[in-house]
């Protein structure tokens, strides 16, 4: 999987500023990519400085912890290997 963009290594300083397809690609090259990898996210709405938590932004998590929940639960599930 292609990063979406590519890294700036000039302003880059750690892994928190990679995107999930450079998060991905990272692991991949690193051999620790998952066989299977599942993504539960809420896309933020304004990430000016000091802005606390938006409320469409709040709305969702509920759903996505249940989301999580439920894949995690799926998961627990399944036989050995699977």
């Known amino acids: 999987m292609p990063p979406e963009q590519p890294l700036d290594t000039a302003t880059a300083v ?3 500023g990679l995107g999930l397809g ?3 690609a990272l692991a991949a090259e690193l051999g620790r990519l998952p066989g299977e990898l599942v993504v539960v996210a809420v896309e933020g709405g304004d990430f000016t400085i000091g802005q606390g938590l938006g409320p469409a932004v709040a709305a969702a998590v ?4 249940e989301e999580v929940r439920a894949v995690l639960a799926a998961h627990r599930d ?5």
């Open 14 to 16: 750690g892994t928190h």
């Open 22 to 24: 450079q998060g991905t």
């Open 62 to 65: 509920p759903r996505a912890a």
């Open 78 to 82: 399944r036989p050995a290997g699977q």
